[in-house]
């Protein structure tokens, strides 16, 4: 009920910015860097501190909830995406900024009901902006409503984009293709190593589209949910219906853009979350 939702919101909103506390520490401070699924995939004691608050402090409020999260998938927990209230969380997007001092660096939390995502929070405690949106409801910023840009020329557009941390000589050739075919066309393209934060970006009209493969649920399922209710549209990649455990999504600021794009990108396979 709208209720119910009402109190989950707030409830995820505080306890954000209880971890966030934590991310700032660790931002300012040493930390031990590990890495993951390659020498470019990295992560720290501080994403998996700030993944243990959030789980514990929500599961405190809403026992019979789920989790979808980024290093309990990481440390072998499968992802089951089903009908059940479920937090999907990404407790620091943007690792690699992280550690290297950019303060692109957020956390992301969307909680789905019945497999539609119903809130998406986005916070970045470096730069101190929070994202929001509840279904319905639109997006907020800092408790400001935003909008996406509405543009529809992709020659009049700025547009995001992301190596990722694969280093598959066949990824990153698809990938380095479909930025160049995009730039000859674009006033710009910015890669700010953050999927929640790029989403957000396009939310509020800073830039016009973002598009990534390779992603996962945890990294896009909020800034999903807060683009769409900035007024921007999501798809796959490809042209078809946007899938959360796709690996993949095109954000943009008009759904013409989005068919301005989708044809010229090659597209790359990742197995489903
Ligand atoms: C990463 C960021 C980045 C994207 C990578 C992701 P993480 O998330 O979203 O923009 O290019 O593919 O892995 O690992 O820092 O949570």
Redesign the pocket.
Known sequence: TEKEIELYYRTVLHVVSTAGKVVNEGFLGKKRVETKAGAA???TEF?QRVEEILIKKLQEEFPTHKFIA?ESAASGVKTTFGDDPTWII?????????VHGFPF?AI?IALAIKKQVVIGVIFNPVLDLLYSAVHGKGAFKNGRPIRCSGQTELGLSQVAG?????REPDVLSAKCKNLRVIIEKVHSIR????????LCMVAEGSCDAYF?Y???I??YAAGDLIAREAGAYTCDPSGGQLNLLHRCILCTASKELAGQISPLLTHVDFPDD
């Open positions: 995939d990295l992560v994403d980024e990404d407790p620091i997007d943007g690792t690699t900024n992280f660096v992301s992301e190596y990722g941390s694969s890669a700010i190593g953050s999927a929640a934060m790029n990534e390779g992603i996962h945890w990294d």
